[in-house]
């Protein structure tokens, strides 16, 4: 039987702070929309961006994370899932949302309070979460991805 994968790696900013709520089950959830930004240069020469916005759900202790350190204009790294929602609206029309459930972050930039562009969580900027359902042997990243240890910010798309 052939296995999928569904990974879905982010680098992008908050456009508001996180939406943080406690279910009747005291699963802790929060969400955001995060903006990922493509530049590039047109045929003219010119340059052009192109924004898409991503709606992430996080979960308990991630969540919990979220609510601690995330605002609006923080930038991090995500690592997640895709998942639809799918339901029917007050009208019976049949209706979807795609999103992003989050698995681990990494905390890039500063605080949002500083402005400093640089880190200043140390260690305790990866944070991950693997919810009850989908539990793995594996729940914490040990490394920052090799695409973000390079220093040239110059190819970032923010």
């Known amino acids: ?65 979220a609510e601690q350190y995330l605002r609006k204009g923080s930038q991090v790294y995500i690592e997640g899932k895709i998942r639809t929602d799918n339901w029917e609206d007050k009208d019976g029309n049949k209706r979807s949302m795609v999103k992003i459930r989050a698995q681990s972050m990494i905390l890039l930039g500063g605080r949002p309070d500083e402005q400093s562009t640089t880190s200043s969580y140390g260690s305790s900027n990866v944070a991950s979460h693997t919810p009850p359902a989908e539990k793995s042997t594996s729940s914490s990243v040990d490394d920052v991805p090799p695409f973000l240890a390079d220093d040239d910010d110059d190819d970032l798309p923010f």
Request: hydrophobic share 40%.
């Open 1 to 65: 039987m052939a296995r999928g994968l569904n990974k879905v790696m982010l680098i992008g900013n908050l456009g508001a702070d996180p939406e943080v709520r406690t279910l009747e089950s005291g699963s802790v959830v929060a969400t955001f929309n995060l903006a990922t930004t493509e530049t590039y240069m047109d045929k003219q020469g010119n340059r052009q961006s192109i924004t898409e916005w991503h709606r992430i759900e996080m979960w308990d202790s991630l969540a919990k994370i």
